[in-house]
């Protein structure tokens, strides 16, 4: 039981290119989450998916697609990346009938 | 939309001390309040939780209070240890909520 994994670790990537992070969760859960973590500003919710083939927008969700074609996975993209979205993101699972999140190692982003 | 409010955003004790996080919230909906510790290169990880029809919960060192009155909760950490520095994020969510909202995090350094 691996619980919340990500991929990759750590990119870098240039202005303008695009990428895709992936979440992967082997614990059945049906909800899962993808945030943003930036010095000073805690974590913020970019997008969320309460089940297969759902998603929802967060707080911060500009910039960002995702897409839930799986139940186990969750895939966040980044069509053409820009400096401000240099940062930690996390990955987070739960069941619907807890609101408990498990959360993911993490990926780091620098885009330059 | 809730609104969670962390302090202090830094804490520094000595080992042996006592360490006091707070959060304020304001959506009196909310009824969930989790802690999370987060560890230099992890993910966060839930150490403690409660909800809003209990007034205290002690899990060994750590515990934690809520006063839905004056819609704040803390947490306490007994006897620090070196190995109990870390960030701290309190957050806040419902039942009828998909989402928990974050505090931007505390970050609690215990001195030898």
């Not at chain 1, 240099?86 to 987070?92: D, E, I, Q």
Request: aromatic share 10%.
């Amino acid at each position: 039981n691996a619980g919340v994994t990500q991929t990759p670790k750590f990119r870098v990537l240039k202005t303008g290119q695009s990428m895709t992070l992936l979440c992967a969760q082997d614990m059945n859960h049906e909800y899962m989450y993808w945030y943003r973590q930036d010095p000073g500003m805690g974590l913020r919710l970019i997008h969320y998916s309460v089940g297969e083939g759902t998603t929802a927008k967060g707080e911060v969700p500009d910039g960002y697609n995702v897409s839930r074609l799986k139940k186990q996975n969750f895939l966040l993209g980044l069509e053409s990346a820009a400096p401000s979205q240099t940062s930690v993101y996390f990955c987070a699972s739960r069941t619907s009938g807890a609101e408990t999140q498990y959360f993911g190692p993490g990926t780091r982003l620098l885009v330059l | 939309g809730e609104n969670v409010e962390q302090h202090p955003s830094t804490l520094s004790v000595q080992e042996g001390d006592s360490a006091v996080i707070k959060c304020t919230y304001s959506d009196s909906a909310s009824n969930y309040f989790p802690w999370y510790k987060q560890e230099l290169g992890k993910g966060p990880q839930l150490i403690i939780d409660i909800r809003s029809n209990v007034g205290e919960k002690k899990d060994q060192r750590i515990a934690v209070t809520l006063n839905k009155t004056a819609k704040h909760f803390s947490l306490h950490i007994t006897e620090t240890q070196p190995e109990d520095s870390a960030v701290y994020f309190c957050a806040a969510g419902s039942g009828g909520s998909e989402k928990l909202v974050f505090g931007k995090g505390t970050k609690l350094t215990v001195n030898p």
